[in-house]
């Protein structure tokens, strides 16, 4: 199976870091109404065992390195330290859509084959490029963005399916 897997991620990631952006801004237009407390709200969790949105989004940004610089053949860049807060949390979004912008189609010729090796939690996994892409990197990615958008959901923020993708209109 071939499949262009600069096109299969790096628009993914463009569109869904924005999506999360725009979130996190509706976030902001509420703390600053006074509805919520961002304190209270980076330290929100959907159960006591998950991770708070701080992190969701941290990882969500992070999978972003954690899938690309493999593929390309290079090490993970550092993660990075950004200012505690909404304010810190869009200064990681913005790095991560600027390392994105830089990379080119070229750039992942062969990716789709190169074995690529990660921690999956307590477990190592090495995987051909497309499988590591398409079977781990974008769904955890998916899976903290999700988590991120339903602790804001349960938080109070009127967020529906639009403002996830930007595609559906539901208003």
């Avoid at 919520?36 to 929100?44: C, F, K, Q, R």
């Avoid at 090796?117 to 781990?136: N, Y």
Wanted: aromatic share 10%; charged share 15%.
């Amino acid at each position: 199976m071939s499949l262009n897997l600069y096109a299969a991620s790096v628009p993914v990631f463009q569109r869904y870091l924005g999506q999360l952006s725009a979130m996190l801004d509706m976030a902001q237009t509420q703390i600053e109404a006074g509805a919520l407390s961002e304190g209270d709200l980076l330290a929100a969790r959907l159960a006591a065992d998950m991770l708070p949105l701080r992190a969701q989004v941290e990882v969500a940004g992070g999978f972003v390195l954690r899938a690309l610089a493999p593929l390309l053949g290079r090490e993970v860049p550092a993660f990075g330290e950004y200012p505690a807060g909404l304010s810190g949390l869009q200064a990681m979004i913005l790095a991560r859509q600027a390392w994105l912008a830089e990379l080119t189609p070229e750039q992942f010729a062969g990716a789709e084959a190169r074995s690529i090796s990660s921690d999956a939690g307590h477990a190592t996994i090495e995987l051909p490029g497309i499988v590591f892409l398409c079977q781990f990197a974008l769904p955890n990615f998916f899976f903290h963005l999700s988590c991120a958008y339903a602790i804001l959901r349960q938080q109070g923020l009127a967020l529906s399916k639009e403002d996830f993708d930007g595609l559906h209109r539901w208003r």
